[in-house]
């Protein structure tokens, strides 16, 4: 290997290191500025890519609808956000563009559908990492619910540090790759707050903590000792460690699964788990996904784009039950309790009761607009 690419690594390596530890030092001193507020809730909607437009444009008529007299009064708008399309970003050569950001922050909390990330080759970053981080969306809130088992998780999955802070920024040498995992003390911390609040105000008695800190002994060592330490201001929640593996096995493992309640993980662990958790539910297609900040959320499905669907021809098939949940998430999280729950009562009688109109992802179902137009029927009913 030419050792002019291990020193040009090395200062790449050194620029990163810089760059970390300036926002480490920024995070322990907490937000900076407080995002204005307005008279009014806006809701800003981005449809994304592949089948995002099909499925939030169902999302828009279900929040239009329980959202209706507050639309009419004025003191929540819907607002549409242009430009966060591949196309548009391949374009600018950003993975957010800035007036596509700008227009964001104008908005309180946003409803996203999947954006699509150039793979491999391209070096963009998703624009979902991008978000996260520019919107600094450090908690990841995954609910997934199995009634007839008893099961009710909730995830909270670190959303701007681990794999994925520094994931578009690896090195690559001749014949070798490397990437970086970057954990912070004020980073872990936060999350860990997060979970044990939550776990506290909704009477949940247990937390685990999943890492694989036997392999990881800095990062995911680091992420374990921190989130015992804010456990230990918990004393009537108790705290389990588990790693990743066994935890993946565990949960297909219906004689132990229902004792969980609320897992604290860091990023990537926290992104594959709770793929495995929604199609245990139901499918990727059922689980909304929760990006909180302190100051901003970000709403969205916690699957893709589905290029698969797309390109055999099913866009139009797309189950929109999980960006469904998301604006739950959201109305919840704006303080429209009795909307949230209006909508929610819909897609259990729609989902899960009568299921009169059943979507499957395929021709045999429903179609994605069929399904919006049952969920207005009973929204309406
Ligand atoms: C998710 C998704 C994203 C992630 C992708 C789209 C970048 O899989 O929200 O879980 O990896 O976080
Ligand atoms: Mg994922």
Redo the contacts with the bound molecule.
Sequence with gaps: MNPQQIDRAVEHFRALLNEQAARAQRLERGAETALQKRGKTVIGIAGGDGIGPIIVQQARRALACVLADKLAAGTVELREIEGLTLENRMACGESVPQNVLRDILECDVLLKG????PAGGSSME????TL?RSLDLYA?V?PVRIPEENIDWTFF?E?TEGE?ALGSRGVDLDGMAVDFKVTTDAGTRRIARAAFEFAKNNGKSRVAIVTKANILKKTDGKFRDLCFEVAREYPDIEAEEWYIDIMSANLVNPALRSRFQVFLLP??Y??IL??EAAQLQGGVGTAG?A?LGDQYAMF??????APRMIAQGLGAYADPESILRAAELLLRHIGCVEAADRLSRALHICCEQERKCVVTGDKDGATCEQFGDYLLQTLNA
């Design positions: 999947p954006t699509a990330t998703s624009a979902n990492v996260r990841n995954r999955r959303n994925y990023n990537l926290g992104d709770t793929d996904s990006n969205e499905a916690i699957h893709g784009t």
